[in-house]
């Protein structure tokens, strides 16, 4: 080989890293999450010349759909509120019109696998049924992450805010601290409150708003306190840091009984995983003898029937070991 064979191999190589830090580099100032907070901050700056009452309606209204004719449909069907909740609570980017296009693709898709493999009627419809249910399942597993992640992070939330308060600060300021320091995804919703007390809306409702944001026990116990001692007075600092106390400790507990309760957790995934896995077992070393279940009458029944005793296994082991505190 060559030197020129080398300085090509060398200059190739050079064109690829440039390529890939140059689409980088244009990702980060166009889609990151620092571009997104500068066009966000924008378009509050634009709106504040425009009117108080315009501005509020931005932070107190979301939008089911960029088009107007699909926002005026969706705000007259029901339980599209409880969509957008659910949206907002999860922390996704979706707007409802999304979600249910999503659902519509989901549930095409699970039609045509239904038709294309020839599964009998009344597992067809389950399979539709699931695949309908699919992207609002996963959105509720993204709310249950994410309130999770927020519920970790009450306890330090607390104690900063009785630090705060002790330091001299008022609590409006305290809040735009919370939001300014610690992670995400608390922060943002500290600095949503923030917001709407700048916008003008009082700091009672804004409270009242951030608790209904964050469906938390222990959050609805801070939001409490504060409105009891605006009412009644009293020390605040440490109001909040007993509440921290005792969220910390409660989330002690919580780690103790979920580590006494993973064996049982264990065993009902492996109970509720061992038919689906033998089954596909049985497909791939003996095809012939497994195809009777979904062939045969009887076998059809035999297998609705194991499906529905699965199904009640699972949620009996799955009250069993679900243990509250």
Known sequence: MDLSFYGFTVLLFAACFLLVE???LWWSATRGGGARHIARRLRLM?????????KVSILKQRRYSQWPAWERLLRALPHTAALDRLLLQSGTRWSVLQLLAASALS??????????YGVPAL????LSAFALALPYLL?????????HKIEGQLPEAADFLARALRA?????NVLQMVGDELPEPISGEFKFAHEEINYGVPMNEALQNLAARVPLTDLRY?????????ESGGNLAELLGSIGRIIRERLKLLGRVRVLSAEGKMSAWILGLMPVAMMAIMSVVNPDYIRVLWTDPAGVRLLWYSVGMVAVGVVWMR??????V
């Open 168 to 172: 001299g600060h008022s609590f409006s």
């Open 46 to 54: 634009s709106a504040r010349g425009e009117g108080g009452g315009e």
């Open 222 to 230: 801070m939001v409490i306190a504060v409105l009891i001692q605006r």
């Open 123 to 126: 597992a067809g419809l389950g």
């Open 22 to 24: 140059g689409a980088w």
């Open 319 to 324: 009250n069993v070991i679900r243990i509250r």
């Open 107 to 116: 549930l095409a898709v699970g039609a045509a696998l239904a038709l294309w």
């Open 139 to 147: 959105l509720l597993r993204a709310r249950a992450a994410r309130l």
